[in-house]
């Protein structure tokens, strides 16, 4: 497996529309609260969302879609809400694998799943091993994520692999065992519901990803939402450390129009 390039090492590629989105889908709650309703009606209504993202996402020509669901620390949450995110995580998995499949979409899921039960881990592995080899998009769910755990995890997956290398390893060592190791970085990331920040997601991968932050509350996040946040993403300047002269000298070389 070819590495994708790391935007701290090389110079990534930037394409008009983004090879990767990562998106924390933030505000059911709120959203119900608003409509008198309880929080898990909410969490039903994101299922819709999600569902037009992937398929904007589809027809736009965007390759990696990754998605927080659940985090590491959602366990937090009142039993009740927590039981009902899983069984809507199941009942979700149950009904919309043969569509990803028959759209091409690759599903794939990151986090721990030793907590969830094994009905569900089953259906995670089932829709995984079913959809593995199609081309289209790609779809990552986060569930019981945390960016910590992912970067832990792979120093003690690398250790274990390669005790030697206990005393000094590089990225490139460590970088087979990160949950997304096959995925380029995102190069937009999206957050719903107006808070400004990270939640302990994709802290290794985020390092230059555009950052797009709305109050739009995931239900009511639709298409039109999504093409604005991509809209934001073709006006930034993204210069990965460098000046925007070189940039712009950069370009001139190319011969790209520099208007
Ligand atoms: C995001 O919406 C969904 C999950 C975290 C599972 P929230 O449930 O966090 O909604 P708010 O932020 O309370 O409105
Ligand atoms: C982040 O949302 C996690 C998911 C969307 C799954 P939270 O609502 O849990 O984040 P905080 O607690 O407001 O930071
Ligand atoms: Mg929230």
Known sequence: MAIPPSSTRTMPDIARIPRHIAVIMDGNGRWAKQR?????????????????????????????????????ENWRRPADEVSFLMSLFLKMLEREVASLHKNNIRLKIIGDRSRFDERLQETMRKGEALTAENTGLTLTIAANYGGRWDMMNAVHSLLAARPELATSF?????????????????????????????????????????????DTLWPAFDRRELEFAIDSYQNRERRFGRTSEQLLGERAQKGDSVA
């Not at 400004?196 to 990803?209: D, E, G, P």
């Open 170 to 214: 590089t990225e490139e060592d460590l970088h087979p065992y990160l949950s997304m190791c096959d995925a380029p970085e995102p190069d937009l990331f999206i957050r719903t519901g107006g808070e400004k920040r990270i939640s302990n997601f994709m802290l290794w991968q985020l390092a230059y990803t555009e950052l797009y932050f709305t």
């Open 36 to 72: 008198f309703m309880p929080r898990v009606v909410g969490h039903q209504n994101g299922v819709e969302s999600l569902r037009e993202v992937v398929r904007a996402c589809r027809d736009l020509g965007v390759e990696y879609l990754t998605v927080f669901a659940f985090s590491s």
